[in-house]
């Protein structure tokens, strides 16, 4: 069961905000008890049923491998940017830095983007430092394989593009003081039995540093997609055992604390759903929204 739902980038300024839900009607809330994640996080989930299911499209993510130290991922770069706007909305990258191609410029470079959720999911998706490559739906398509060379990368899209969605997303992004307070709410549009995860990413775009490129050093190269962190664990924090269709739950996560934002002005958050468990995760749905 793969899909998700259709969403946008960038909604004006101020509170960040995403709907490709039109609201849920009919529904009665069955507030399960507070979570306190590692005595940070403030977590509640509220359960409701619909009466009417929200059209809904297929949203593709790649998770691209990258490095400032990688001449040939900045060619890679840019034809999977060419593919993100031949196929926005629907598309959405997440940039991540890990491995030994992923150290700054020494002496060059501002910013580090390596981070902890960037190790986590090299881990994860079974990155072994060889560049560029990426994930399509972090599915295998062949032979077990999770990670895969550009010149794969247009037929995985368009193949993943082509299924139904699995469910439908709304989310919203608050300040709070220095914080954040997230709402999620996930609309199932088909059954599914097994456990399902939902994984928060914060992500900067637009990051002026220095990469080296296939002609030399650039020091005004602009960083696309950059991953500077999740909330909670990478791999995603379990949001329901299970649904029936037109089951709709909203989680609230409080008490957020932001990354340390390298340049501020383009931040958004990733929203990724996972089916299953352990190293058989099967991706969901993913949805993009702006963080004021």
Request: hydrophobic share 45%; glycine share 8%.
């Amino acid at each position: 069961m793969q899909g998700v739902a259709r969403v946008d980038k960038g909604f004006g300024v101020g509170v960040g905000v995403l709907v490709w839900v039109v609201g849920l009607t009919g529904c009665q809330e069955v507030p399960p008890p507070d979570l306190l994640i590692g005595s940070e996080l403030y977590i509640r989930d509220s359960v409701f049923q619909v009466q009417s299911l929200p059209a809904a499209h297929q949203n593709v993510l790649v998770d691209e491998f990258t490095g400032v130290l990688c001449s040939n991922c900045v060619p890679a770069a840019r034809y999977l940017q060419s593919l993100d706007s031949l196929y926005h909305p629907r598309m959405h990258i997440l940039s991540i830095h890990s491995g030994a191609f992923a150290r700054p410029y020494s002496g060059v470079s501002q910013y580090d983007f390596r981070t902890e959720a960037s190790d986590a999911l090299a881990q994860l998706l079974g990155f072994t430092g060889t560049l560029p490559v990426a994930a399509i739906q972090r599915r295998a398509w062949v032979n077990d394989q999770l990670l895969y060379e550009p010149a794969q990368w247009k037929t995985y899209i368009e193949q993943a593009l082509q299924e139904s969605p699995v469910a439908a997303l709304e989310a919203i992004v608050l300040p709070e003081g220095q914080k954040l307070r997230i709402r999620v709410t996930a609309t199932f549009l088909q059954d599914v039995a097994q456990p399902v995860y939902l994984a928060l990413y914060f992500v900067e775009d637009s990051i002026v540093d220095a990469q080296l490129t296939p002609s030399g050093l650039d020091t005004f190269y602009v960083h696309r997609h950059v991953l500077r962190g999740s909330v909670g664990p990478a791999s995603g924090m379990l949001l329901v055992k299970g649904a029936t269709r037109g089951t709709a739950v909203l989680r609230e996560v409080r008490n957020v604390r932001p990354p340390e934002w390298l340049v501020g002005q383009h931040r958004y958050l990733y929203c990724v759903l996972m089916g299953g468990s352990g190293a058989s995760k099967t991706f969901l749905q993913v949805g993009v929204v702006r963080v004021p």
